[in-house]
């Protein structure tokens, strides 16, 4: 289990690391302290929301599924009221740019989740 929590974690960097960075080389002129702070407030919350659901004592499904439909929820929650927050407070022209950058680093931390969390039980049920 530390194995692929150590995993998960490398690989919630350097998704950190490669979105920024080509946000930064595609539209320059459109970045702006969001384009930094998206992607780590992504890593730090999958992060902890994987530190959450793989603990030992929720490896029952009926456990397993209530807890890990909190945290889907408090993720979207957490995920809206921080893209809200930095659109709030951008350049006007730096907004739009802002949105399609988040939603799709909100799609790589998705499809990152799904296959953590398929790895990590389909090693557990064997």
Request: glycine residues 2%; contains cysteine; charged residues 15%.
């Amino acid at each position: 289990m530390q194995k692929q929590l150590t995993k998960y974690v490398v690989m919630a960097a350097i998704c950190t690391l490669i979105a920024a960075f080509i946000f930064v080389i595609i539209i320059p002129e459109k970045s702006s302290w969001a384009v930094y702070a998206t992607p780590a407030f992504f890593a730090a919350v999958s992060i902890i929301s994987a530190l959450v659901i793989t603990r030992p004592k929720y490896s029952k499904f009926a456990n397993f599924s209530g807890v890990f439909m909190l945290s889907t929820v408090l993720k979207l929650i957490l995920y809206f009221a921080f893209m809200m927050m930095s659109y709030a407070n951008l350049p006007r022209e730096t907004r739009l740019p802002f949105v399609f950058f988040f939603m799709s680093v909100y799609l790589v931390y998705a499809i990152m989740d799904t296959i953590f969390l398929l790895r990590f039980f389909g090693k557990k049920d064997k």
